[in-house]
């Protein structure tokens, strides 16, 4: 696709599509323009670039990730402006979690405020060790309004989310990922190479079992175990009723490489 955003840029390649938030002199924080155009962007890649099956999301620059919400922006905020605000960051969040694609954060820097909110909406994080997670949002008198409460202790737990919300504890990528807030860490001159491992592996993958094995996991947190578990039999039944599941078997049996280049 072409790039009609100013704060964004997408490229899209065969099965992989790249978003660059690009507002570097700002350390890429969100306003109200990030949000509208990421939220274009990752809804057309999902709905009208069909062999999409990973989303990889990145900021501009060495410094940041996203630093935070734009607080220039905001401190202009009427309270139903600031719902607004809310809502509509709260909105791309949701959206990163609902589509099919696999989404990668690759944090390489600052992921702060609704940086990290951002982040944690994406289904997997990479982080370089020079990374930094955090909620700083009672500095200014603020909360995350960007999903923040309501995720960061499924990922870290109660007492270290409480820390990071109401004492303003941030994490070293090393720590983000011994809590489990991050999938995978390496060094920053790494960042690159391992995310086309990521590319690579989840390339070689069938896609609508990606997708299936995406929405269970995430439908989890919600759903008590024995509906989890009729949903799951469900889905795992469908496995046998497409040729993904097919042509993945029959590569097995027969020692060699699954070929799921096009989607099933």
Not at 36 to 65: P, W, Y
Not at 78 to 83: G, N, W
């Amino acid at each position: 696709m072409n790039n009609p955003f100013e704060t964004i840029t997408v490229q899209h390649e065969p099965y992989v599509s790249r978003i660059t938030i690009n507002r570097p002199e700002v350390l890429n924080a969100l306003n109200q323009q990030v949000i509208h155009e990421l939220k274009a962007a990752v809804t057309f890649i999902s709905k009208e670039q069909n062999d999409c099956r990973l989303i990889i999301l990145s900021g501009a620059g060495e410094k940041a990730f996203v630093a935070g919400a734009d607080i220039k922006e905001m401190s202009s905020l009427s309270p139903q402006q600031a719902r607004d605000f809310s809502r509509n960051g709260q909105e791309l969040t949701e959206l990163l979690e609902q589509i099919n694609p696999l989404t990668l954060a690759v944090v390489d820097g600052f992921a702060l405020g609704g940086g990290c909110e951002l982040a944690m909406a994406c289904d997997l994080i990479l982080a370089s060790t020079k990374a930094k997670f955090g909620q700083p949002e009672v500095g200014l008198g603020l909360i995350p309004g960007f999903g923040g409460t309501q995720r960061l202790a499924k990922r870290v737990g109660l007492p270290i989310a409480l820390d990071m919300l109401c004492a303003g504890r941030n994490l070293t990528g090393e720590q983000a990922f011994q809590l489990g807030l991050v999938s995978r860490i390496c060094q920053p001159e790494e960042i690159e190479e391992e995310t086309n491992k990521i590319v690579k592996r989840t390339l070689n993958h069938g896609p609508s079992a990606i997708g299936a094995a995406k929405r269970l996991c995430r439908a989890s947190y919600s759903m008590a175990l024995p509906v989890g578990l009729e949903a799951e039999a469900d889905a795992f039944a469908g496995c046998f009723s497409n040729d993904e599941g097919k042509n993945g078997m029959s590569a097995f049996l027969e020692k060699r490489s699954a070929n799921f280049a096009k989607k099933c």
